[in-house]
Structure formats: structure tokens, C-alpha cells
């Protein structure tokens, strides 16, 4: 059974990094057939695809957010993290991580076949 945690802090303040992490059991993210996604969901708003590292570790960035964000991964313990520089509140959300094998780049639901469960960040003084 393949499962996804995030982890991380849910209280950040503004100007500093948010960092989260995603575990991930039963697949290995070097498997060739997925990559491995960060998205989001700010309050009232819809789903923004944040970046995604594949299996062989190759790395793509929304381009809304990519001077900001840096994913990596550490393969001995399955896990790839999300840092999001310079924090603000309109980066206030649900994180989540997920595995998929569609579109680079895609929010549809379907196109993942794996989701954690979500963590609510936010960004305040």
C-alpha cells in the first residue's frame, strides 16, 4: 500500500523559509514510472502546482513560484522535501505532495495516483 505524509511546520513567520517534508512507503521515488508533486490550495481558492522531481531526479518549477522554491529528495529515507523562500501570508495553504504519472504540471485529481493527506501552513507574525 503506497501512503504520503507531509510534514513540516504549520505556523511560519513572514520572510522566513517554509519547509516541508513527504514520506513516502510502499514505492520507491526513483521508480521510473512517477514523479512526485507539490501542490497547494490557499483558502478559497483552487489547487497551484508548485514543482515536481521525477524518478531519475530531474526537477520542474510552476512558474509563479519558481524563484522562491526548491525541492530535493533524499532517497536512503524516501523522502522529498519542498523549501518555499521568503514566506508571505498569500502563501498561506493545504500542502500537499502526490505521485502521478500524468502531466507535468497538472491539479486534475486524476491525473495522480497517490495524495497525502494535506497540512495546513500558515504564515503569520
Known amino acids: 500500500q503506497v501512503q504520503l505524509q507531509e510534514s513540516g511546520p504549520g505556523l511560519v513567520k513572514p520572510s522566513q523559509t517554509l519547509s516541508l517534508t513527504c514520506t513516502v512507503s510502499?514505492?520507491?521515488?526513483?521508480?521510473?514510472?512517477?514523479?512526485w508533486t507539490w501542490i497547494r490550495q490557499p483558502p478559497g481558492k483552487g489547487l497551484e502546482w508548485m514543482g515536481a522531481?521525477?524518478?531519475?531526479?530531474?526537477?520542474f518549477y510552476g512558474p509563479s513560484l519558481k524563484s522562491r522554491t526548491s525541492i530535493s529528495r533524499d532517497t536512503s529515507k524516501n523522502q522529498f522535501t519542498l523549501q518555499l523562500t521568503s514566506a508571505t501570508p498569500e502563501d498561506t495553504a493545504v500542502y500537499y505532495c502526490?505521485?502521478?504519472?500524468?502531466?507535468?504540471?497538472?491539479?486534475?485529481?486524476?491525473?495522480?495516483?497517490?495524495w497525502g493527506q494535506g497540512t495546513q501552513v500558515t504564515v503569520s507574525s
Open positions: 522531481i521525477t524518478g531519475s531526479g530531474s526537477i
Open positions: 502526490a505521485g502521478g504519472s500524468g502531466g507535468i504540471g497538472s491539479t486534475r485529481k486524476d491525473e495522480y495516483d497517490y
Open positions: 510502499g514505492i520507491s521515488l526513483t521508480h521510473d514510472y512517477y514523479y
